[in-house]
């Protein structure tokens, strides 16, 4: 029987160990990631699944309340969550679910939203759980459309193949950098890099997903884990991009900013580019250049085509993050 126990600081250490010796547990996933969040405020209600007093799950979550209903759902603290696990069987993830859908029942929960762990995150590529998912009635009632890439190749190779797709010359970005005294640093500044951000969300009327405050957090609490990128022309910053090492197998590009008085040097290209070259030099099979959804449409999900066909350009494959929802009928309905 698997006994599940709602998240304490007591489990900090347990549950951080479990998600790094994990099949599909990521940097978001970590407790000490979770933890950053410093405006914001979540009614956390993550769980750890027990059986005969051995760790065998944990799932990050919160509580929201709407319409009179209690939701749980994937904490909107990451990207995305879900069941974070090692095993991997029907019948251990059966009956996780089973599990993890009595407890809701029991707490009269009357929604589940979760956001999976994409499978190429995984250690092992399996979809074992989704299945289970579906045959047990949950349904995907969101898509958002991440583009990958593959870069189980030779550098010079991937670079070829983005010069063709491009149609620009075998020297053509090389040369751009050295005839207009353009410098890429790792090693940039945060103060440079987070009002060309702003400005870059204010076209689309939006927010950074974080504040200042909490992404110089973010970087002093995982300096190997997430970097920051930023182009200079002589020593003005034009663009930034920083980036997630969020699993052994993929470096995630959360943002790909510009200064766009600057766009005819290409600095978002130049970005990626050099985002490539660090995530082959940390042995990554993937970059992951994230989610291409218009925040201005009136459906979310509203694709960017222009975006995804800039990002098909570097060899980019579309992705799927999927969100599942289970409606529980009990007698609160």
Not at 66 to 90: C, D, E, M, Q, T
Request: one cysteine or more; charged letters at 25%; hydrophobic letters at 40%.
């Amino acid at each position: 029987m698997i006994e599940i126990i709602k998240y304490t600081s007591n489990y900090k250490k347990q549950w951080d160990e479990f998600v790094d010796n994990s099949n599909n547990g990521t940097l978001f996933q970590l407790r000490k990631f979770l933890s950053y969040h410093i405006e914001k405020k979540f009614l956390d209600h993550s769980l750890l699944f027990f059986k005969d007093k051995k760790l065998i799950s944990v799932l990050p979550a919160t509580i929201v309340f709407k319409n009179k209903r209690k939701i749980l759902r994937s904490h909107p603290g990451a990207s995305f969550g879900g069941f974070v696990y090692n095993k991997i069987s029907y019948h251990f993830l059966n009956e996780l679910v089973d599990a993890f859908f009595n407890y809701c029942y029991k707490n009269h929960f009357n929604k589940i939203f979760m956001i999976l762990t994409p499978k190429y995150y995984h250690n092992f590529e399996e979809e074992t759980l989704e299945y289970i998912l579906l045959y047990k009635k949950w349904s995907i009632d969101e898509n958002y459309v991440s583009s990958v890439l593959n870069i189980n190749f030779k550098l010079a190779d991937i670079i070829k193949n983005i010069n063709k797709q491009k149609n620009r010359s075998l020297k053509y970005f090389d040369n751009l950098i050295d005839n207009n005294n353009l410098h890429l640093s790792w090693d940039g500044c945060l103060d440079d890099f987070y009002p060309i951000l702003l400005k870059n969300k204010s076209k689309h009327n939006a927010l950074p997903t974080h504040s200042k405050k909490e992404l110089n957090l973010l970087i002093n609490l995982f300096p190997d884990k997430i970097k920051l990128l930023v182009l200079y022309k002589n020593k003005i910053p034009i663009g930034g991009t920083l980036v997630f090492l969020l699993s052994k197998k993929v470096l995630l590009v959360f943002y790909n900013m510009i200064d766009y008085n600057y766009k005819k040097l290409h600095p978002a290209e130049l970005q990626i580019i050099e985002s490539i070259k660090l995530a082959k030099r940390l042995n990554c099979n993937f970059l992951d250049l994230g989610v291409s959804q218009d925040p201005k449409a009136e459906d979310p999900l509203t694709p960017l085509p222009d975006l995804i066909r800039f990002k098909e350009e570097f060899g980019a494959l579309s992705m799927l993050r999927k969100r599942y929802t289970l409606t529980i009928k009990n007698d609160e309905n």
